[in-house]
């Protein structure tokens, strides 16, 4: 794996979309990726090894332009989703209807949103990954 350069302790990303797509170049950014890059390769073997570094971090950054459509720009929740994304299929967004369903429930913060939906697919997880998909 090629680390461009150490993380230096947990801090806080918050990004709107046209500066998520200023720092793809930026070492702070790049840095985060290679955290996730670790993280998912660490947590998620199976899911990520047909991605060679390159690959895995175009699919980390496409990853996250998507959590920022759906209003995630903290390190936090950006973390959070691509870990959901590793779990359940990187278009798990687009792809199981009650993620769907709930990722656009304005009645709760995106935060407060992203944690339930983590609960829930952990709790689905457990019975098996086929207990994903249903409503």
């Not at 998520?20 to 890059?37: G, H």
């Amino acid at each position: 794996m090629v680390a461009l350069h150490q993380v230096r302790g947990p801090h806080l990303l918050t990004l709107d979309k046209s500066r998520l797509l200023q720092l793809t170049r930026n070492a702070d950014y790049e840095a985060f990726v290679v955290q996730m890059m670790e993280h998912l390769r660490k947590h998620f073997p199976r899911k990520v090894a047909d991605f060679d570094d390159m690959g895995l971090a175009e699919q980390i950054h496409q990853t996250l332009l998507r959590a920022y459509d759906h209003g995630y720009t903290s390190h936090a929740d950006c973390a959070r989703y691509l870990g959901l994304a590793a779990a359940l299929g990187w278009s798990f967004d687009d792809d199981i209807p009650w993620v769907r369903q709930s990722l656009t429930d304005g009645a709760s913060e995106p935060t407060e949103r992203l944690a339930q939906i983590h609960q829930r697919a952990i709790r689905m997880l457990r019975r098996g990954p086929s207990s994903v998909s249903p409503t």
